[in-house]
């Protein structure tokens, strides 16, 4: 365990920066971050003759983690978790980047009422009540919506982002940013025999279907909500190969009709993109050029043994990890399409109950 009074810490050391502090030479640790995943997390952990300088960190206080020079979380101590057992007794410490006040606090906005706001706009006030910032693209403008009550900011931001076919990811400064999928490529891949130690996929069909029927729920109450067989749109799928047919619901307003014949597209593209996912474990953090794999990023990927064919992946999740076995990374690849926002319609007056005078 080393402090700032130390030399700085070797090339892939994780180093907690917790006040004035630099905190290194940890036993055991694991950092996550990923698209789906919101926010970052880390959870880190010191042997016994380490305690006196762990114990100076305390749960609430601002902190960051970083991987060699690579800062990858900005956030908060959650938990600092002294234990003991018959042999040692060892210190843990657990973390969430700046965006888990998105996540766990409640959105603000005077009177609940939004009123013609971007995505990004909507998600730069509703972060700034907690000290985040928000970078990346507009996004789609949204005419009205009303909020409810309790429902939290990032409810609200995930939602509008959809609207727009955004991702909301936080980045290692502890900001958000809205984003395409796939923004980034990486300079290598993982290919079997090489930065491969294990790897495993699942090929599946029990979650596809040969044939998404989209139904409209229209909120007109004089208009048919589709005409026969109720279906508005259709798509099918060949490699189903047997009858299966999904019915999904699309809930629309006035100016939301094609978000049908999207969700049902979205849903045929994901089931399919999803049905043959690669978890794999990575001799190390880096790629060929040294940067961390990260997030919503291209690799590809070089896989006979598991009857896969050569191909060019997103990264979904990626996870850090280092203790007695050495270093490697924990990823999870798919095709782009499995991580594509589902299509929204956000309804102007009906998604939320009208404020109180």
Wanted: aromatic share 8%.
């Amino acid at each position: 365990m080393t402090t700032a009074t130390m030399t700085r810490p070797v090339t892939d050391e994780l180093v907690l920066v917790a006040g004035s502090r630099r905190i290194s030479g940890w036993h055991a640790v694991q950092v996550s971050r990923g698209i789906e995943r919101m926010p970052g997390v880390f959870q880190i952990e010191a042997a016994e003759r380490y305690a006196s300088d762990v114990l100076i960190v305390n749960p609430g206080d601002p902190c960051q983690v970083l991987l060699g020079d690579d800062l990858v979380i900005t956030g908060y101590v959650d938990r600092v978790a002294p234990g003991i057992s018959g042999r040692d007794h060892r210190i843990r410490i657990v973390g969430r980047g700046k965006c888990a006040d998105l996540v766990d606090c409640s959105a603000e906005w005077p009177g609940m009422q939004i009123n013609g706001q971007t995505a990004a706009g909507i998600a730069q006030r509703l972060a700034a009540a907690y000290g985040i910032k928000v970078s990346g693209a507009a996004g789609l403008g949204i005419p009205q919506m009303i909020l409810r009550y309790g429902e939290s900011a990032w409810d609200v931001i995930e939602e509008v982002c959809r609207y727009s076919a955004l991702l909301a990811i936080e980045d290692a400064r502890g900001n958000l940013m809205l984003t395409n999928t796939g923004s980034g490529r990486a300079a290598s891949g993982f290919v079997q025999g090489k930065n491969v130690e294990q790897a495993e996929t699942c090929f599946s069909m029990d979650r596809r279907f040969s044939e998404y029927w989209g139904v409209l729920m229209s909120t007109d109450l004089f208009t048919d909500a589709g005409t026969g067989d109720f279906a508005i749109a259709k798509v099918t799928d060949a490699g189903c190969t047997r009858h299966r047919r999904k019915a999904i619901v699309a809930e629309a307003a006035g100016g939301g009709m094609g978000v049908a014949q999207q969700r049902i597209v979205w849903e045929r593209n994901r089931r399919i993109a999803r049905s043959s996912a690669v978890t794999l474990t990575c001799d190390s953090w880096r790629d060929a050029a040294g940067a961390l794999w990260e997030p919503n990023t291209i690799a590809s990927v070089d896989l006979p043994a598991l009857k896969l064919p050569a191909a060019e992946w997103l990264i979904g999740d990626v996870t850090y990890e280092r203790d007695d076995r050495g270093s490697r990374a924990q990823l999870t690849l798919m095709p782009a399409n499995a991580f594509l926002p589902e299509p929204y319609f956000p309804f102007p007056i009906l998604r939320g109950v009208p404020p109180g005078p």
